[in-house]
């Protein structure tokens, strides 16, 4: 009798198969082992997710691949995604539900599957693919190739076959690639910095020097975030730091490279909150830790979204709740200023809004002596305030937006508001002075004594635009004022700058904005330090994002809510300046320019696309007009203008 041929298996691969819950002893896993050694040769068992990346660290071979458990691919898949030895990584679990929108963000995550069978089948394609690939490379060459570049590779391709084809051809695609004239290097990234000035920037006519001020904010702000054609494979953004990106070395000393509560209260793009999202999972078990509900993310956030505030700041890692809060606030801008409602159900932005008013419900206790909820052993924005306190004003002002923005929104994310949480939000006990009229930064707060890192209370006023008087706004600045010491960050002036031009005290505001940034700035380059006698972060972006603020929401006079967009700007320019132009404002789909001069503001409307967003109106003189392309509004210096759509959602 002949023996049957035995299938030469692929010798060139190895799978890597990792569960916290493996026991070789048992023999469902033993049938697991035996099917997958049924496909390739090399198969390797771990526990533990650091076993699985020493091995494919330690890999000789030239391609793998990993088959995880849910849990532990959540954790390890950031860490060996980009790792280019690995071909796939199969998600092996029994709940595929709950991984099926995760493993959708990782492009080399082909499926989560419940059979073994199913997995030994896709390996076994892919493997499939990869040796068709030793034998061939398509180089894509298009006619505008270098002619002695193509002949290269016609006689590669004739002389040398299989792995060590498949090695010239990569080598060749990498120096195609690569291997452009600097001329064309500079007339390509001079292109695309024309398109991004021209998408949106703001223009000052008779101040060369603060133009260059402007101009270098934007750019150091920028080119800190990736455009959508440079992201990485698996379409994730990992935040920003203060210090903008991670300097090799000098990591550490500037933040390394962690992002903060800066990213959201002084810088603000889609893709930061995108971030926040993805880490979703992380901020749930944050909040377990500490016996709460809900999301809460952490003082420093890296990848993982585990906290990562280096050892000997304990207190910081465990008391600065504020963050949270603010990522729901600058859910809150980007709603007012787009009116997404997408963003809020098919890209998880209404589950990010209602898990972090979760955790606050969770979060504050209540005072039978107060007859209020209060807010118990925090830290506040000011970091002076060390031990922790209770009742950070500040705090408590984030965490009752926080709970009211769900309730807002919830027309929308179907996600209903429980009444206890509305009581919580609107019976937050806020510490006061009522002998000077004043916002108390935290309960038993010396306003005579106490010196602080930087603003805290100001920020009520902006950006929080919290109700209070006049009176009370003014008393807030010039309490707090004197108390900040000279050695904290720039985005204090910038917000005390907004403020005495909301109470239109010129000169006080002149005064702000020129320290908010003259001592922070080093030349020839205009790169921001954090603080003023170059001590701190260096490019520090938050700083910058604080004085772009100060020039469009001072200066420019604009307000966003979720109701509409105001604009009122005051009668004064800053500096030398005669004309204030704010190209690319964005709002609802319409992109406006608005041109400030002294005695005269003007609005146009440059494009009106509004996809599935309510038209807009404007309002002038209890009037409500349709806004359309092409409109273009005149109106003196001291005029209100609001626009708003046609019909308010959740109103």
């Known amino acids: ?43 390797n068992p771990c526990t533990t997710a650091e076993e699985c990346i020493q091995q494919l660290n330690e890999n000789p071979e030239e391609i793998s691949f990993v088959i995880s458990s849910g849990a532990l691919g959540q954790h390890m898949v950031p860490d060996i995604h980009d790792m280019a030895k690995l071909n796939a990584i199969y998600i092996f679990c029994p709940k595929k539900e709950r991984y099926q929108d995760w493993a959708q963000n990782w492009a080399k995550i082909k499926g989560v599957h419940t059979s073994i069978k199913h997995i030994c089948k896709k390996l076994a394609t892919a493997i499939k693919q990869c040796n068709q690939d ?21 006689f590669i391709r004739k002389e040398v076959s299989g792995t060590g084809w498949r090695r010239m051809g990569q080598l060749l ?63 994730q953004f990992y935040g920003l730091s203060p210090g903008s990106l991670s300097r090799g070395g000098l990591v550490f000393k500037d933040y390394a490279g962690h992002s903060f509560w800066d990213t959201e209260t002084w810088i603000l793009a889609k893709e930061i909150l995108s971030y926040r999202i993805a880490l979703g999972d992380s901020a749930a078990e944050n909040a377990r830790l500490l016996g709460y509900e809900g999301w809460r993310f952490p003082w420093e956030s890296a990848r993982t979204g585990v906290d990562v505030t280096p050892d000997g700041y304990l207190d910081i890692a465990l008391y600065q709740h504020h963050i949270t809060g603010d990522i729901a606030f600058a859910a809150r801008q980007y709603i007012a200023a787009t009116g997404d409602q997408r963003w809020l159900i098919s890209e998880h932005g ?57 309730d807002r929104v919830s027309c929308i994310t179907r996600k209903s508001v429980p009444q206890t949480w509305l009581d919580i939000a609107f019976n937050l006990y806020f510490p006061f002075d009522n002998a000077t009229q004043t916002h108390l930064e935290y309960d038993g707060f010396d306003l005579k004594n106490t010196i602080i890192k930087q603003a805290d209370v100001v920020l009520l006023g902006f950006p929080l635009m919290w109700p209070m008087s006049k009176e009370i706004r003014r008393n807030d600045l010039l309490s707090y004022e004197p108390l900040t010491r000279d050695t904290g960050p720039a985005m204090t002036w910038s917000m005390h700058t907004i403020g005495f031009l909301e109470l239109n005290e010129f000169e006080k505001a002149r005064q702000m904005f020129r320290r908010a940034y003259e001592i922070y700035v080093r030349p020839p380059f205009n790169v921001w330090t954090e603080a003023q006698d170059g001590i701190g972060a260096v490019n520090f972006i938050t700083g910058a994002g604080g004085f772009l603020q100060a ?25 030398q300046a005669k004309k204030l132009i704010f190209h690319g404002l964005k709002y609802h789909g319409a992109i406006l320019d608005l041109t400030i001069e002294n005695q005269r503001y003007h609005l146009a409307v440059r494009i009106m696309n509004n996809n599935n967003s309510m038209p807009l109106v404007y309002e002038y003189e ?30």
């Open 134 to 154: 030793h034998m061939s490379v398509d180089l894509k060459l298009t006619s505008d190739d270098d002619p002695q570049l193509r002949e290269l590779t016609d």
């Open 1 to 43: 009798m002949s023996r049957p041929s035995r299938r030469r298996l692929p010798e060139n691969y190895m799978v890597i198969w990792v569960d916290g819950n493996m026991d070789m002893a048992n023999k469902d896993c033993q049938n697991t082992m035996d099917q997958l050694r049924g496909v390739v040769n090399q198969v």
């Open 350 to 406: 209404g589950d990010l809004i209602y898990e972090i008013a979760r955790f606050w419900a969770s979060r504050v206790v209540y005072s039978n002596e107060k007859k209020q909820y209060e807010i118990l052993t925090v830290l506040p924005p000011d970091e002076d305030a060390r031990p922790f306190k209770n009742n950070s004003v500040f705090t408590n002002a984030v965490a009752s937006y926080s709970i009211q923005l769900a």
């Open 173 to 235: 695609l990498k120096i195609a690639s690569n291997e452009r004239h600097p001329d064309q290097v500079w007339s390509t990234h001079a292109s695309l910095w024309n398109d991004i000035w021209a998408n949106g920037r703001i223009e000052v006519n008779g101040d060369d020097e603060l133009q260059r001020q402007i101009n270098a904010a934007y750019y150091y702000i920028l080119s800190s975030i990736p455009p959508l054609s440079t992201r990485s494979e698996h379409k």
């Open 622 to 651: 209890q009037q409500q007009v349709p806004l359309t392309n092409n409109t273009r509004l005149s109106y003196q210096i001291g005029t209100r203008l609001i626009i708003r759509p046609s019909i308010q959602f959740c109103a």
């Open 551 to 575: 020039i469009l929401f001072g200066y420019g006079g604009i307000r966003l809510t979720l109701d509409q967009l105001e604009v009122m700007p005051p009668p004064c320019l800053p500096n």
